[in-house]
């Protein structure tokens, strides 16, 4: 596949919010409702986006091996009980560089500074870092009284007599409402971790339906599920200068979609490795992208993937509304 498979067709783009696989449950007895934003900030590869699928149950955020995968806020939405528990994925956080980086950060405390709790995730094995200290010593200036909870994830990779002593530390280092140890990706405490939070939101109405999982539009998701598989099977630093955009979407009369997204990248000699000899490496991923982009949305998709180069697409502000972050908060100075 190549950069002239896409056609100009630029059929309606669905803006719909995806809302389905929802598991939730009703209010129970005169209980109040309660609903409310729940932020996970952590280092890059912390497993936040681990956690929000768990918690959602569903696959709504993108995970992957390497760092700084997740660039916008992503909302997933689980329902407890009466309670709403809206959860913000954030971009990790890290000493920012690049204009792109600035806007990630920001994106990450702004979803921080809006929060009803906090959850600042960090990994078992790594323990007190100086980047989990730098976000703790932001946080105190934060203040507000919004509780702040420890998630000390990935307990599956250490012993279990490590983390009385590492709780211990953190809890010394910042005062945390509540610490619980858990893996994400086993599921292992998330189970206390979301009865807490239910029981600690706000008495509120419900923000969304109650069967709303995300409140991305499904052509934001398609784009980030792509991005996903490019950034699984390319090597090194070119993940982290492309991005993926949903230029248009058609709903077929036979019940299927057909989706067409172009990847850009920074440079020329980029464009070649996302292609593949014979265009093998883009087919793979299109493919890839296509098998979960049916899972997700129960029927067929037809995907067509074209790549483009711009050069400058990091400094590009429409690039940036595409995928949820402020061009502004990328000004030198403003993280
Ligand atoms: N062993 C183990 N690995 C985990 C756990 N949770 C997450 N991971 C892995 O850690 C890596 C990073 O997970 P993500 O959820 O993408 O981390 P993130 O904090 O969202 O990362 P950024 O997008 O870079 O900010 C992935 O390879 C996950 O499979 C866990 O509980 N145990």
Not at 49 to 69: D, E, F, P, W, Y
Not at 146 to 155: E, G, R, S
Not at 218 to 232: C, F, G, N, V, W
Not at 287 to 309: D, I, P, W, Y
Request: net charge negative.
């Amino acid at each position: 596949m190549t950069d002239e498979t896409a056609s100009d067709d630029t059929g309606p783009e669905d803006d719909t919010p995806a809302d389905i696989g929802a598991t939730s449950a009703a209010p129970q007895g005169d209980q109040p409702t309660r609903a409310g934003f729940v932020a996970l900030i952590g280092e890059p590869n912390a497993g936040k986006s681990t956690l929000l699928n768990q918690m959602v149950g569903a696959k709504v955020s993108i995970v992957t091996h390497k760092v700084q995968t997740t660039r916008a806020r992503i909302r997933g939405i689980a329902m407890h009980g009466p309670a709403q528990i809206v959860f913000v994925d954030t971009p990790g956080i890290f000493r920012p560089r690049r204009r792109l980086d600035r806007s990630m950060v920001a994106a990450a405390w702004g979803g921080a500074s809006d929060a009803d709790i906090v959850l600042v995730l960090i990994e078992a094995h790594r323990g007190l870092t100086d980047g989990t200290q730098a976000i703790l010593d932001q946080l105190v200036q934060l203040g507000r009284g919004t509780p702040v909870a420890l998630i000390i994830n990935k307990i599956d990779r250490v012993k279990a007599e490590e983390l009385l002593a590492l709780s211990q530390k953190l809890n010394e280092a910042y005062p945390f409402a509540e610490t619980f140890m858990i893996s994400a990706m086993k599921g292992h405490g998330c189970q206390q971790l979301r009865g807490w939070l239910a029981k600690t939101l706000p008495e509120s109405p419900w923000l969304y339906p109650e069967d709303q999982i995300a409140d991305l539009p499904m052509r934001m998701i398609a784009a980030e599920i792509t991005r996903e598989k490019l950034t699984l099977r390319l090597h090194e630093e070119i993940p982290y200068q492309l991005t993926v955009e949903t230029e248009g979407w058609e709903e077929k009369t036979d019940g299927s979609a057909r989706i067409e997204q172009v990847v850009y990248v920074a440079r020329q000699g980029h464009k070649g490795i996302v292609l593949g000899k014979g265009g093998e490496t883009i087919k793979a991923v299109g493919q890839a992208s296509r098998v979960e982009l049916e899972e997700f949305m129960g029927r067929r998709v037809h995907l067509f993937l074209q790549v483009r180069v711009r050069e400058n697409w990091e400094n590009e502000a429409e690039r940036y509304d595409e995928i949820g972050l402020n061009f502004r908060d990328g000004d030198e100075g403003r993280s």
